[in-house]
């Protein structure tokens, strides 16, 4: 009954280099949804994913992010060129198809940092 | 509404004790809240949650609150132990759309 899995855990890279971050949602959810938070700071959503599909990316920056849920696999949040504003925790949540469920569970995050 | 980037309002009460903590929310068209804990270095935990047909939904220890005439929302925690000690969130979900507008967030200390 594993919850939604995050990898890396830590993830340290230099200005201009690549991050990929990873997560597998809950068993049977196929909804997922990246946020990212800066330190004493609340949760700011970034992508909402379906398998295969985006269907609300308005948090995005438009430059150097990118994100995917492909039909098998993890969803995975791709910085490019990352720059030391990147530094943050990235959290992915799921949750279930029945749009009546509507909580959404959260993995225990990603914190890059950008030197 | 969204977090501003300000210190965390803190929250101390000693052990046992009951707490509350409160949450203004933004958008009137909100249909949808939760109260999220998240400890030090790990993600958020659900606690409960309630849609806004309800005023009032009770879990284990905790109890929410919903006033949509002033947008406001609470979280009770009964008889506080000392691992509840973290920062709470409020998040709203606006109707029609799936993603979560998370408030600024309230450090909880426990004193024993």
């Known amino acids: 009954n594993a919850g939604v899995m995050q990898n890396p855990r830590h993830l340290v890279r230099r200005r201009g280099q690549e991050a990929r971050l990873r997560c597998s949602p809950m068993k049977g959810h196929s909804h997922v949804y990246w946020y990212r938070q800066l330190p004493e700071e609340g949760l700011k959503f970034m992508v909402y994913l379906q398998k295969e599909n985006i269907i609300d990316e308005s948090g995005m920056p438009k430059e150097r992010f990118s994100a995917e849920f492909p039909k098998e696999g993890p969803s995975i949040l791709r910085i490019q060129q990352v720059v030391r504003g990147d530094s943050a925790a990235y959290f992915c949540a799921s949750s279930p198809p029945d749009r009546a469920r509507e909580t959404q569970y959260f993995g225990p995050g990603t914190r890059l940092l950008v030197l | 509404g969204e977090s501003v980037g300000l210190h965390l309002p803190t929250l101390s009460v000693q052990e046992g004790d009951n707490s509350i903590i409160n949450c203004a929310y933004s958008?009137?068209?909100?249909?949808?809240f939760i109260w999220y804990k998240q400890e030090s270095g790990k993600g958020p935990q659900f606690i409960i949650d309630?849609?806004?047909?309800?005023d009032k939904r009770q879990g284990q220890r905790v109890t929410v609150l919903l006033n949509k005439t002033v947008k406001h929302l609470s979280l009770q925690i009964a008889a506080t132990q000392p691992g509840d000690s973290a920062v709470y969130f409020c998040?709203?979900?606006?109707?029609?759309?799936?993603?979560?507008?998370f408030g600024q967030g309230t450090r909880l200390t426990i004193n024993p």
């Open positions: 309630i849609r806004s047909n309800m």
């Open positions: 958008n009137s068209a909100s249909d949808y």
């Open positions: 998040a709203e979900k606006i109707k029609g759309a799936q993603k979560l507008v």
